[in-house]
């Protein structure tokens, strides 16, 4: 990437025989919210502590705004690190805590107070200077904690699942002042969830780990509309995923699927010849059901639904191909809705994508 602001290079990181990251490559721009996303253990603290200073690599090289720091101690480095279970002390006060990160700096008191009120004012607790620690709800030790590493006005800003705490409302308030404050102070933000709605509200970019590799890195929507691989369909998201065989290939690839029969895809980016097992990955609110034939749908049979509130799943199974179910998401569907009913399935098929593996 031309306008790299942090360059992650073949980086890999080994425990023992436990590889927690595994040959990772990143560029990632400034003023940017790139966010890491995967399922515990997949290496994404580890990843985050290599690039803060707190963590040896085994291998690769790290460099910011052009210069190596793969060997700069963590003090020295254009970062700072908000952890992962948020360590504000609770002995100190909250302007104590947030000074904690001004330790290094010799003010003077004056200096010091101005600074601890700016960093306040940023994460909208002005006033708390004298509230301890520990008269504070999650929210607010949260956002001292970010105050706190704010207060240097770091060049980038490293985050472990800081709202990981939370309760999912105050979670959902503070993801919303988390991105406004990203954008007002726009400092790099490198943020680290197993999340997925969070990851896709919050980021410029989103890369997708399992097992210690990046298995796709992408903006929010791409992620979403267009995983490359099974497992990142699987992981983003709800999305139904049907086993099949490529029947033949022209500018379209005909594919037959014992759930729907032969459906007719766009190639999408992927070579594959006759004769290969693929995967069809359809979302459960590109697909609908209707109470009568006459729309030319596939006749299924509903096995449950769940109402969501703004939505109701129903789960499925197409006739024919028992063992196979599929998830439809609908708002308006109208006809009877009990277990063994009869329902046609609609959908169009450029709403598929074809995937490899
Ligand atoms: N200090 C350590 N010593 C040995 N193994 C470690 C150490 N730190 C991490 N690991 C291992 O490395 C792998 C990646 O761990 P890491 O903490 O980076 O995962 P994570 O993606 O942050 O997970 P979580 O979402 O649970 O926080 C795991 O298998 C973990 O057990
Ligand atoms: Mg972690």
Redesign the pocket.
């Known amino acids: 990437m031309d306008d790299a602001f942090i360059e992650i290079a073949s980086v890999s990181k080994s ?2 025989n ?1 590889t ?1 990251v595994d040959n990772i490559s990143l560029s990632i721009r400034k003023g940017e919210f790139f966010s890491l996303l ?10 985050l502590r290599i690039l803060g200073g707190f963590e040896a690599l085994t291998d690769g090289k790290v460099m910011i705004e052009g210069q190596d720091i793969t060997h700069m101690p963590a003090h020295l480095r254009p970062t700072n690190m908000v952890f ?1 279970n948020y360590a504000i002390f609770p002995h100190l006060n909250v302007e104590q805590n947030v000074a904690y990160g001004l330790r290094q700096q010799k003010l003077s008191r004056e200096e010091q107070a101005e600074k601890v009120s700016a960093a306040l004012t940023m994460v909208q607790l002005e006033g708390f200077e004298k509230r301890g620690a520990d008269e504070m709800s999650g929210g607010q030790k949260q956002r001292v904690a970010l105050a706190r590493a704010l207060i240097k006005r770091p060049k980038v800003l490293l985050l472990d ?1 800081p709202l990981g705490a939370l309760d999912k409302k105050l979670r959902e308030e503070m993801q919303i002042e988390l991105r406004m404050l990203q954008q007002q102070v726009g400092i790099t933000f490198v943020f ?1 969830t ?1 999340d997925q709605e969070e990851a896709l509200t919050l980021s410029d970019r989103v890369a997708v ?1 399992n097992e ?1 590799r990046i298995l796709q890195q992408a903006p929010p929507r791409e992620i979403y509309e267009r995983p490359i691989s099974r497992k990142v369909a699987d992981f983003i998201g709800q999305m139904n995923l049907l086993d099949g065989v490529v029947d033949s290939v022209s500018d379209k690839v005909v594919v037959s699927s014992v759930a729907l029969g032969s459906v007719t895809v766009d190639a999408n980016r992927q070579t594959v010849r006759p004769g290969d097992r693929v995967t069809l990955a359809v979302r459960p609110e590109n697909l609908s059901l209707s109470n009568s034939p006459a729309t030319g749908g596939l006749p299924v049979t509903l096995a449950a639904s769940a109402f969501w509130g703004n939505t109701t799943y129903y789960r499925i199974i197409p006739e024919g191909a028992e063992g196979n179910t599929l998830d439809v998401s609908q708002q308006d569907y109208r006809g009877s809705k009990n277990s063994g009913d009869p329902a046609w399935l609609c959908f169009d098929s450029c709403d598929f994508l074809l995937l490899k593996d």
């Open positions: 425990f023992g436990v927690a995967g399922p515990s253990g997949c290496g994404k603290t580890t990843l992962q699942e680290v197993h780990m210690g």
